[in-house]
T-cell receptor, first 109, second 112 residues
Framework: KNEVEQSPQNLTAQEGEFITINCSYSVGISALHWLQQHPGGGIVSLFMLSSGKKKHGRLIATINIQEKHSSLHITASHPRDSAVYICAVRERGGNKLTFGGGTRVLVKP | NAGVTQTPKFRILKIGQSMTLQCTQDMNHNYMYWYRQDPGMGLKLIYYSVGAGITDKGEVPNGYNVSRSTTEDFPLRLELAAPSQTSVYFC???????????FGDGTRLSIL
């Protein structure tokens, strides 16, 4: 069973700061997902990665398959980025996702 | 496209009552999932389906049942509601292994 660990659990930043959230997992995977959940809201898929790096607006996700590690970066953070960010992995040949516990991000104006 | 639609959005049940949480998707996705999210905790998989007529247990299936008679619908049934089932329930779907999951808005369920 894959263990998915996220750090930090909570993060507070000032508007404009660069934010990094980390995710590590224990077993080889076919894909890693980064999800965003706003307070009281639904869950949105931000990225799906199997190698390298992806960028969407101010968000950048990277993955190192050898080290079993991924990072989500938020550049020029804004209060609307305040949310819980969730890392999830799918093992090779699997149909299910294993989720990390989430990182609660608060960006203050 | 409506995406993944869950009903109801909120529900309060008494212990021992039963209910069905509805989930429907209009994207012709093969894979569908039910998760629960307890306060401050991560998502846990209850049941999933890889296509119509096929369902399988996830991490926390006890106290729940599902069916998948059509591609669009994946209802989750609670037969004898217990306080431990108080949670937010999310339904999700995806087309294939190269696609991300699409989530519904969730059903907030309280059992008193």
């Amino acid at each position: 069973k894959n263990e998915v660990e996220q750090s930090p659990q909570n993060l507070t930043a000032q508007e404009g700061e660069f934010i990094t959230i980390n995710c590590s997992y224990s077993v080889g995977i076919s894909a890693l997902h980064w999800l965003q959940q706003h307070p009281g809201g639904g869950i949105v898929s931000l990225f799906m990665l199997s190698s390298g790096k992806k960028k969407h607006g101010r968000l950048i996700a990277t993955i190192n398959i050898q080290e079993k590690h991924s990072s989500l970066h938020i550049t020029a953070s804004h209060p609307r980025d305040s949310a819980v960010y969730i890392c999830a992995v799918r093992e090779r040949g699997g149909n299910k996702l294993t989720f990390g516990g989430g990182t609660r991000v608060l960006v203050k104006p | 496209n409506a995406g993944v639609t869950q009903t109801p959005k909120f529900r309060i049940l008494k212990i021992g009552q039963s209910m069905t949480l509805q989930c429907t998707q209009d994207m012709n996705h093969n894979y569908m999932y039910w998760y629960r999210q307890d306060p401050g905790m991560g998502l846990k998989l209850i049941y999933y389906s890889v296509g119509a007529g096929i369902t399988d247990k996830g991490e926390v299936p006890n106290g729940y049942n599902v069916s998948r008679s059509t591609t669009e619908d994946f209802p989750l049934r609670l037969e004898l509601a217990a306080p431990s089932q108080t949670s937010v329930y999310f339904c999700a779907s995806r087309q294939d292994s190269n696609q991300p999951q699409h989530f519904g808005d969730g059903t907030r369920l309280s059992i008193l």
